[in-house]
Structure formats: C-alpha cells, structure tokens
C-alpha cells in the first residue's frame, strides 16, 4: 500500500508541472484511451478538493475547474504533463443524484481503476478535520483489496489549530484500515503544506531506473 515503482518500460522524463494541459473528459470506461502512459490518479468525495489540489500541484488557478456543486465531476478527466498523465476522477459520495447515476460512476471508476492500465499511484483525498466517512472507507478497502499502490492526502489541514489536527492524526489511525502501513500526508491548498511533497512522490515514481 506505500507508493510501488512498476518497472515496464514506461517512462516520465519529461514531466513539467507548470506545462500540464488539458487532455479529454471521458464518461464510460469504453471510451478510455488507450494506456500510454504514467498515470496518477485522484480520488475523493465529492467537495473535498480534489481540483483545488491539482491546481495547487500545477501552479494553475482553473485548470482543474473548482466547483461549489458536490458531484459536478461526472467524467474521468485526464491531463497531460510532460508525457506523464494525471487523472481527476468523479467525486463519490453525494447523495442527490440517482442510483442509475451512481452506477455509472461506479463502472467508471472500477473500470478505470481494473483497467491495467501503468497507474503509479492513486492519491486518496480525505477532509482532515472529519472522521473517513463509509464511502471514503470503502474507497480505500477498495484500493487495499486490488493492491493498488496508494497515499491518502489528509485536505483542508489550514482549517485544524495544532491540537485539533494532533487529536485528527491519532484518531486517523484508529479509523482508517491498515494505517500503520499508508503514507499519510496532511495537505492544505492555502498554505502549499504537502504540495512539495506530493511533486516529490511523483518525480521518484517516474524516475529512470539506475
């Protein structure tokens, strides 16, 4: 479950974080584009920052569009940088929209996630100031059954005062399975806290073999 280098031959000597464009929006698994490429993926509930947090790693104000609207994201967006693609995927979790809607998100995401495609890392947001609610559980058991290689990014950690977010990280590794064995980084949109971090694990999972 901590970030696992793939060895097959697929490269991200390129990767630009400033020079990452929009790539294409897909709404079923059929229409995926081929697998070419590195791949890092971002999961999350609906409203916990998954676009504000891309566009805080790519020093880009709406590139990954923001919304107030929980469940705007219906698509797997993919973008490029640099050769390495990053992947946005639908927002999980809100309530008001229909069961045959939340079907199709979910053979989105499991057909995106049990593609075999060459996905590095998947980075598993979670809102720090709250408890992981059921879907966000299920997420990560999810991640956990399939061996997917994976972080979780602890958002929104500008919002906790020092106790607050001490009590968070203890109460974290009661609450969320096999704790002891994730990568956890507490990351904050405002403050920049864990954006270095995160290009870092990046970087080191395209690296060239030496």
């Known amino acids: 479950m901590k970030p696992v280098v793939c060895t097959d031959g697929k490269k991200g000597k390129n990767m630009d974080f400033r020079n990452v464009v929009f790539e294409a929006a897909y709404g079923t698994s059929k229409q995926l584009p081929p697998d070419d490429a590195v791949e890092f993926a971002f999961a999350g509930h609906s409203n916990v920052g998954k ?33 390495v693609k990053f992947v ?40 720090s100031r709250h408890a992981p609610t059921q879907d966000d559980l299920d997420m990560i058991n999810f991640l956990i059954d399939n061996e ?23 109460a974290f590794a009661e609450e969320i399975p096999c704790a002891d064995q994730i990568t956890m980084l507490f990351t904050s949109t405002e403050t920049g806290e864990g954006i270095e971090e995160l290009k870092t694990i990046f970087e080191d999972l395209t690296r060239d073999d030496e």
């Open 51 to 83: 676009s504000s947090l891309m566009n805080k790693i790519f020093g880009r104000k709406n590139l990954a569009r923001v919304s107030s609207q929980p469940g705007k994201t219906a698509t797997v967006n993919f973008f490029d940088a640099g050769g």
């Open 88 to 127: 946005d995927l639908p927002g999980y979790g809100y309530a008001k929209i229909s069961l045959s809607e939340k079907k199709r998100w979910a053979d989105l995401v499991e057909g995106y996630l049990m593609s075999g495609r060459d996905i590095r890392l998947v980075v598993q947001l979670v809102d």
């Open 148 to 170: 997917m290689p994976f972080i979780i990014a602890l958002t929104k950690c500008d919002k906790l005062n020092k106790s607050e977010r001490q009590n968070r990280a203890e």
